[in-house]
Every structure is written in structure tokens, then in C-alpha cells.
């Protein structure tokens, strides 16, 4: 294997991108969602295109978190700052539901699945009776999944939800999770299938890890993952009778984040303290700002 692979995006580049994505698909939802834009005029073909290139987001917000996860050095306290944005998400959104005229703005949070996806590995990697505990966010993630089913069942009376509403979904639910325990566990993969290899017993594990061909491998497997993932979701979802949730036919668009994800070099870039900061707090902040014009669009 060349060791020298070149490697260009990191972590900052990542964000970035993410960042600006995001914020795109979530111009696209909130269009999507008001009542003043018609189905098939330029502003609802506007909505649609930020929702496809939106799609690429949360795959790198994904696998940025698994980088995360691996990375701190204090896991309870990276937890605490992703529980401390949701809650905020939360009350805000929580705020919204109960204004009938606001209440097209609620929707499910991709913070939700973050925190949830988080907390599952986090439990599950826990000794003792702590790994119970893995089944809470796991029963959230599967129950968002089961909300969305339900709700996509028009032909019958589903009243359950009513006490599940959608802003309290893990929005991406089992695709989330899927993408998520790919990106995470393919450093071990890529562990195991070098364990027998040549180069290790000439260059060392510690030699090999340093090397950009480790992080190269460690893209290649977590990314092949992330494909098999949508494509067989999409798949399922194709040939179901069953009205999808995931809306795969959109997700789809994801996979062009393949190349970004693949190409990332495993530093962090530019990774100043206001930067740390900035990136918790944009996302509340955007989301809160969306639903202020938005809302007083509707109300004025």
C-alpha cells in the first residue's frame, strides 16, 4: 500500500461546507413548508434544489461526529455541549408548536439524531450496567423511525403520534444511525483488515497509523459503508409497498458528498476557540432566525 496518499479537506473545510448546505436545505424546508409558496411555482423549484444539494450535510455532520467521538478527550463533556444545543432546539421549537399559526415551522431536528446516535455509542461502550442504558437512545431513534411510518399511512386513523410530534424526532432516524456506526467503526475496521498484512510486521502499527494510507483506509471503508447504506435503503424503500419516512428518493442526492468525505486528511485546520464555539451555537442561531422571518411572514 502507497502511504502517501493525498489527502486535502480537513475538518475546518468540512464544517464549512456542511454549514453552508445546511443552511441551504433549511431555506429550502422552510419554503417547502409555508403556506405562500405553490406547489410547482419558481419558489417551490428554488425550495426543492436546496433540499437536494442540502443532502450532503448531514453525512459530513455525521461523520465529523464520529471524528469527534474518537477524538475528545472527554466524552461526557462533548455529550453535554450537544445535549445543551438540543435543549435549546427544543424549547424553541416547543415554543412554536404551541402557536397554531407557527406550527408548520416545527419540524424534526438532524440535532436530535446527533445527540441520539452520540449517547447510543457512548452507553454502549460504557462497562457494566451502564450499556442498558444504550436501548434509551436507540428506542428514540426506532420510535422517530415508527412516527414517520405511521404518519405516511394515510388510508389509516393513526392518533399516537399526536403525542410524539414531529419535533421531537430523530428526523434521519435508522439512516443516521446506519451512517454513523459505519463512519465510527471504520477505524476498527481497517484495524482488522491490516492485522495480518506484510506492512504492518515491516513498519509497525504505530508507523502505519501516522501514515495518511491509514486514513486513507479508514475513508475508503467508512465511505464504501456509507454507499452500501443509502443504496440499499433506497432499494428497500423502491420495492416497499410501505410509504417510505426516509424519503430516500431525496437522500440519495447524499452521495455526492462521497468525494468530500474520501478526501478528508484527518486534521483539524483552523481550530480556533471562537471557532468551537461558533460552530455549536450557528446552528441554534440560523434555525431560531429561519423560524423568526418565516413566522412573521405568516403573522403580519
Same mark, same amino acid.
Given at each position: 500500500?502507497?502511504?502517501?496518499?493525498?489527502?486535502?479537506?480537513?475538518?475546518?473545510? $468540512?464544517?464549512?461546507?456542511? *454549514?453552508?448546505?445546511?443552511?441551504?436545505?433549511?431555506?429550502?424546508?422552510?419554503?417547502?413548508?409555508?403556506?405562500?409558496?405553490? #406547489?410547482g411555482s419558481a419558489g417551490d423549484t428554488v425550495a426543492f434544489a436546496f433540499r437536494c444539494v442540502g443532502r450532503l450535510a448531514m453525512p459530513i455532520f455525521?461523520?465529523?461526529?464520529?471524528?469527534?467521538?474518537?477524538?475528545?478527550?472527554?466524552?461526557?463533556?462533548?455529550?453535554?455541549?450537544?445535549?445543551? *444545543?438540543?435543549?435549546?432546539?427544543?424549547?424553541?421549537?416547543?415554543?412554536?408548536?404551541?402557536? =397554531?399559526?407557527?406550527?408548520?415551522?416545527?419540524?424534526?431536528?438532524?440535532?436530535?439524531?446527533?445527540?441520539?446516535?452520540?449517547?447510543?455509542?457512548?452507553?454502549?461502550?460504557?462497562?457494566?450496567?451502564?450499556?442498558?442504558?444504550?436501548?434509551?437512545?436507540?428506542?428514540?431513534?426506532? @420510535? #422517530?423511525?415508527?412516527?414517520?411510518?405511521?404518519?405516511?399511512?394515510?388510508?389509516?386513523?393513526?392518533?399516537?403520534?399526536?403525542?410524539?410530534?414531529?419535533?421531537?424526532?430523530?428526523?434521519?432516524?435508522?439512516?443516521? @444511525?446506519? $451512517?454513523?456506526?459505519?463512519?465510527?467503526?471504520?477505524?476498527?475496521?481497517?484495524?482488522?483488515?491490516?492485522?495480518? #498484512?506484510?506492512?504492518?510486521?515491516? *513498519?509497525?502499527?504505530?508507523?502505519?497509523?501516522? #501514515?495518511?494510507?491509514?486514513?486513507?483506509?479508514?475513508?475508503?471503508?467508512?465511505?464504501?459503508?456509507?454507499?452500501?447504506?443509502?443504496?440499499?435503503?433506497?432499494?428497500i424503500s423502491y420495492l416497499s409497498s410501505i410509504p417510505d419516512p426516509l424519503n430516500m428518493s431525496l437522500q440519495t442526492y447524499c452521495l455526492i458528498a462521497? =468525494?468530500?468525505?474520501?478526501?478528508?486528511?484527518?486534521?483539524?485546520?483552523?481550530?480556533?476557540?471562537?471557532?468551537?464555539?461558533?460552530?455549536?451555537?450557528?446552528?441554534?442561531?440560523?434555525?431560531?432566525?429561519?423560524?423568526?422571518?418565516?413566522? @412573521?411572514?405568516?403573522?403580519?
Amino acid at each position: 500500500m502507497n502511504l502517501n496518499k493525498k489527502l486535502y479537506f480537513s475538518e475546518f473545510v $468540512l464544517k464549512i461546507i456542511g *454549514i453552508v448546505l445546511m443552511t441551504l436545505d433549511h431555506i429550502g424546508l422552510f419554503l417547502q413548508m409555508s403556506p405562500f409558496i405553490e #406547489s410547482g411555482s419558481a419558489g417551490d423549484t428554488v425550495a426543492f434544489a436546496f433540499r437536494c444539494v442540502g443532502r450532503l450535510a448531514m453525512p459530513i455532520f455525521l461523520f465529523m461526529l464520529a471524528e469527534g467521538m474518537h477524538k475528545t478527550h472527554d466524552r461526557a463533556n462533548y455529550l453535554l455541549r450537544l445535549a445543551s *444545543i438540543w435543549a435549546i432546539l427544543f424549547v424553541a421549537e416547543f415554543i412554536l408548536y404551541l402557536i =397554531p399559526q407557527t406550527q408548520f415551522l416545527t419540524f424534526a431536528q438532524p440535532f436530535t439524531d446527533l445527540l441520539m446516535c452520540a449517547l447510543f455509542i457512548y452507553f454502549l461502550e460504557k462497562k457494566g450496567w451502564w450499556k442498558i442504558l444504550s436501548l434509551l437512545p436507540l428506542g428514540w431513534i426506532i @420510535l #422517530s423511525y415508527a412516527a414517520g411510518t405511521a404518519n405516511s399511512l394515510t388510508q389509516y386513523d393513526v392518533t399516537w403520534t399526536e403525542y410524539f410530534p414531529s419535533f421531537c424526532w430523530a428526523g434521519y432516524s435508522l439512516f443516521a @444511525l446506519l $451512517l454513523f456506526l459505519g463512519f465510527y467503526y471504520a477505524p476498527k475496521l481497517a484495524e482488522l483488515f491490516m492485522k495480518n #498484512s506484510p506492512l504492518i510486521e515491516e *513498519i509497525g502499527w504505530d508507523n502505519f497509523k501516522e #501514515s495518511s494510507g491509514y486514513q486513507w483506509l479508514k475513508n475508503l471503508i467508512g465511505c464504501g459503508i456509507f454507499v452500501i447504506v443509502v443504496v440499499v435503503l433506497w432499494g428497500i424503500s423502491y420495492l416497499s409497498s410501505i410509504p417510505d419516512p426516509l424519503n430516500m428518493s431525496l437522500q440519495t442526492y447524499c452521495l455526492i458528498a462521497f =468525494p468530500l468525505l474520501f478526501l478528508y486528511n484527518g486534521k483539524r485546520g483552523y481550530d480556533k476557540k471562537w471557532w468551537r464555539y461558533a460552530n455549536y451555537f450557528y446552528y441554534p442561531v440560523h434555525i431560531i432566525i429561519l423560524g423568526v422571518i418565516f413566522g @412573521l411572514i405568516i403573522l403580519l
